[in-house]
Structures are given as C-alpha cells and as structure tokens.
C-alpha cells in the first residue's frame, strides 16, 4: 500500500486500521458513505461527492478493495417481486458434538439466505425466505428436524422488515449521546418510541399526585 492511499485527502477523526495496514480515516469513511447510497456511482461523480480529487478517489477506492474493506459488490433484490415473500428466523440448538455435521447439512441448504452462531437459549439462528408458509413448515420438519446434529428449533416469521441497511459505519454515530440527551429534555413530550429516564425522587412524587 502506497502512502498516497493512506494520506491522500482530508481527514480528521481518529484512524484505524483495517485489513492489511490501510488506515481507515474520515475520508474513507465518507467514500463508504457514498458507495452505500449508490455502489455503481462512476469515480469523478465519487470524488465531487467525497470533496477530493479524481486521482485521490480512485487511489482511495482501488485501496479499500486491495485492503479488503470493500469485499464485493452485489444488488439489493425486492423479494416479493421475485416470489419470495415469507421471511422466517429459524432459531437452532445444536448438538454440542455435532457442529461440523451441522454446518456441512446447512451449506447444502440454497434457501438459507443467513445463518450466525449465537449465545443464549439457542446456538444458531438462520434466515430464510420462502414462497409461502407452508414452504417453511417443510423445510423445518422434513430438512432441518432429519438432521441428526439439530436438537430442537423455534421458528419465528417475520411481518415487516422496518429497517435494512447494507452496513453501518463508525461516522454514523453523528452527535455524541449526551448532547441527544440534552436536547430531548428540554422537550415535555416524548416521541413515540422513546424513552423518557425520570428521577426517583420525581417518580414518587407523581405517584402521590395521582393517588
């Protein structure tokens, strides 16, 4: 990696390291920022975005795949369109001697969209999208129940997917937690969907006054 991958452009948060050395800073960031508006966007249009030049956006770009930071590039599917409108969590326990059955059973499974080793009352959980309900249930008594390695299962579907995003970055954090917390007090409503902390003191006298 040269160093004008590392230090081309402006940056001024504190940097990290990725990969194999690259130093992740502000202006990476912001070029992840604007890939995951628009991950076919050409690189003159990247550098007016970012505020750097077209050389420096390219070196940058070219860098963060080198590094690893940029896997790959896919496409983002409407799965109803497509014919799979059901998503279901399929939530696994597994037999503890028998993980490598597992995850061999799992890999030959197409329809398995996700699958993460989780702590809790279960040991993994898998996501699948099927055509229908009754799609689901198959899978789950006839596949996933024959699987000597499979324990148990708990399934959950899900109504509405209220929020996907391809990834998440450290600068979407934006104002510190404080001064969120600062400005919402100064508000006598609380939002819907958020939590109002009162006091112990003012908790008790609140209920003196509705009793």
């Not at 990725?18 to 690189?43: F, M, Q, Y």
């Not at 009352?121 to 008594?141: K, N, P, S, Y």
Request: proline share 3%.
């Amino acid at each position: 990696m040269s160093e004008s991958s590392r230090n081309a452009g402006s940056g001024g948060a504190s940097s990290g390291r990725i990969g194999i050395g690259l130093e992740l800073d502000a202006t990476h960031l912001k070029i992840l920022e604007v890939l995951r508006e628009n991950g076919r966007i050409s690189v003159s249009a990247l550098a007016e975005r970012v505020g750097i030049s077209r050389a420096s956006a390219y070196t940058r770009f070219e860098a963060l795949r080198a590094d690893g930071a940029i896997k790959r590039f896919t496409a983002e599917i409407d799965h109803v369109r497509t014919g799979l409108g059901i998503t279901a969590l399929i939530f696994v326990t597994v037999r503890q001697q028998m993980w490598k059955q597992f995850r061999a059973e799992l890999a030959r499974m197409p329809e398995v969209e996700y699958c993460a080793i989780t702590t809790g009352q279960h040991d993994a959980m898998i996501l699948v999208r099927m055509a229908d309900v009754a799609e689901v249930h198959a899978m789950v008594t006839d596949r996933l129940a024959g699987i000597p390695a499979v324990k148990a299962t708990e399934t959950v579907f899900i109504l509405d997917e209220v929020l996907k995003r391809p990834y998440v970055l450290p600068s979407d954090r934006g104002k510190p937690r404080s001064a969120r917390r600062g400005a919402q007090e100064t508000q006598g409503d609380v939002p819907l969907g958020k939590m109002r902390f009162v006091g112990a003191a003012e908790g008790r006298a609140a209920l003196r006054r509705d009793e």
